[in-house]
């Protein structure tokens, strides 16, 4: 499953086991597994890039609970990071990482063409 964090496009592995000490957040709502996200972020601004492996199981975490979620965007506000969720077209999940992996900068397509696209369905998980 293609994941789009920020703007990394991230494949998603068949099984993921979290480490246990976050063992909890199986049973953990939604709206918890988001702000679990964005106290991620406070550690690791950088997440997608810098801890992939972290990144990785946090997204199939966040699946689990909103399997219709295939892309995060996590922001930093005044208060802290702030994330949500987003339903993104296959097709354009697959491009960007087709282009992605030929070396090319997302970034600036990701934010024009996802993250300020006013058509972009988002959603806060329940």
């Not at 679990?36 to 690791?44: C, I, N, R, S, T």
């Not at 992939?52 to 005044?78: H, M, Q, T």
């Not at 997302?106 to 024009?112: A, D, L, Q």
Request: with cysteine; hydrophobic share 45%.
């Amino acid at each position: 499953m293609l994941f789009l964090l920020n703007a990394v496009v991230l494949k998603l592995p068949e099984t993921v086991h979290l480490p246990r000490e976050l063992a909890h957040l199986k049973r953990a709502s939604p709206k918890a597994v988001l702000e679990a996200g964005e106290v991620l972020y406070a550690k690791h601004p950088r997440l997608e890039y810098d801890r992939r492996d972290i990144a990785e199981w946090y997204c199939a975490l966040l699946v689990s609970k909103a399997p219709e979620a295939n892309g995060a965007l996590f922001v930093k506000g005044s208060s802290g990071y702030v994330g949500q969720v987003a339903v993104i077209p296959f097709p354009l999940l697959a491009s960007l990482r087709t282009d992605q992996e030929r070396g090319r900068s997302i970034e600036g397509e990701v934010y024009r063409t996802v993250w300020a696209a006013a058509s972009m369905v988002t959603y806060a998980p329940g």
